[in-house]
């Protein structure tokens, strides 16, 4: 499988958040193997990883620089800082970020469960319980988001991911 790569070039930067620093001093390909193509988007492709040494599973966002206009790479670059600055349970994870000459890689929490959009074809519908339990998740998330004046601004099904563990949204 051809997977986006930018060899030893993708040295990661100092990050710093909620007081801490970081600092790895290795690159994409020496820290993570990348799989499966877990899914696309309009300027990035996801796929599954592996840390190469804890065997831990992640996503990892590329996202190709070459694809993107000005503007959309100072969006790429408002996504970033802002899943750095969020912390909610309910909210993806962003564990590293690597600037590459040719992509930048998000690496992220991995849900297996699907997005919205697959769990409501499979089930067909949602009770009235199960449909207040899984807006009730939402809005929590979105209050919290919003807390942080911040507009979500692509709120689909499709980007709503999903847990394989029983939730309310998998009943």
């Not at 600092?23 to 020496?30: E, Y």
């Not at 899943?83 to 309910?90: A, C, G, M, T, V």
């Not at 998000?106 to 959009?117: A, I, K, N, P, S």
């Not at 939402?138 to 709503?160: T, W």
């Amino acid at each position: 499988m051809s997977v986006p790569g930018d060899g030893d070039r993708a040295k990661r930067a100092c990050l710093e958040m909620n007081g801490w620093k970081m600092i790895v001093l290795t690159s994409f390909r020496v820290s993570l193997s990348l799989y499966a193509q877990l899914g696309r988007g309009a300027f990035s492709v996801v796929y599954e990883a592996k840390h190469r040494q804890s065997h831990k599973s992640f996503a990892v966002k590329t996202v190709n620089k070459h694809w993107l206009k000005p503007d959309d790479l100072k969006g790429m670059e408002n996504e970033i800082a802002i899943l750095k600055i969020l912390k909610h349970p309910h909210i993806v994870k962003l564990y590293d970020v690597f600037d590459g000459t040719d992509y930048f890689y998000l690496v992220t929490e991995r849900f297996d469960g699907g997005d919205m959009r697959q769990r409501i074809a499979k089930k067909g519908r949602y009770n009235d319980h199960d449909g207040r339990l899984a807006c009730k998740v939402m809005f929590d998330a979105l209050a919290y988001v919003h807390s942080h004046n911040i507009c979500h601004r692509d709120l689909k099904l499709e980007n709503l991911l999903l847990p394989v563990r029983p939730t309310c949204f998998s009943k």
